[in-house]
């Protein structure tokens, strides 16, 4: 059996990218193995940010260092936390909302000093280019997941996505379709690989999953009048 290794202890290697990791391990909680991980470009900058990394550990203070981006963070807390952890569709929801606006927008900050004045010129920068309220207060969410686990980690001081105030989501009011637009809709659906979910979405009033999750064996023809 491999030994563990301990608390405190490190390792480095180097990625197929051409930069070096270096990792600092930080014990077992239960069966959950927890690492800090620090990048560089040569091994010396690799292991020079685990000393750093690991002087901070026996002082008690975060371990965030001052190199790690907020792009290489959400990186590797999508690949280790939350793809082997989460739903399919949740991870995908999170690496689309993290590739799409956080990154671009922040992933070249440095995640120690990422801070909630950052978070809100996001969200002012979103707002003014007409990202839709309900895509950037998702985004916010997925960063405040993100950086809850970096606070549990210790490599930041706290979560300054939850101090940001989001934007209010627009109501709008749900036109139905007349008669008139249905026949319509159905002669603009025909032939389409989708045309059969679409009739029995629209001939039931079904929502989206509820016609997906439909089977044959959840169909009685024999009894349709």
């Keep these: 059996m491999a030994k563990r290794r301990g608390h405190g202890e490190g390792s480095v290697y180097k990625r197929k990218d051409g930069r070096w990791v270096a990792v600092l391990e930080l014990g077992w909680q239960g069966a959950v193995r927890r690492r800090q991980a620090y990048y560089g470009r040569t091994k010396r900058e ?26 290489d963070f959400l990186d590797a807390w999508l690949r280790d936390i939350v793809k082997p952890n989460a739903r399919p569709s949740t991870y995908v929801a999170y690496e689309a909302k993290v590739r799409l606006y956080l990154e671009p927008a922040l992933g070249r900050l440095h995640l120690a000093r990422l801070s909630q004045q950052h978070v809100q010129a996001y969200v002012a920068a979103a707002q003014g280019a007409g990202v839709p309220p309900g895509v950037i207060r998702y985004s916010l969410t997925v960063l405040s997941v993100a950086l809850a686990h970096a606070e549990r980690q210790n490599l930041i001081a706290r ?38 979910i679409l009739r029995v979405a629209l001939s039931l009033g079904i929502r989206r999953g509820e016609v997906l999750g439909l089977r044959w064996q959840d169909t009685d023809l024999t009894s349709a009048p």
């Design 46 to 71: 690799a292991l020079d940010q685990l000393a750093e990394g690991r002087a901070k550990l026996l002082s008690g203070l975060p371990l965030g260092s001052s190199r790690q981006t907020v792009a």
């Design 159 to 196: 979560n300054v996505a939850r101090l940001v105030i989001a934007p209010r989501p627009r109501s709008r009011e749900i036109e139905p379709l007349d008669v008139e637009g249905a026949r319509r809709f159905l002669g603009a659906i025909r032939g389409h690989r989708y045309e059969a």
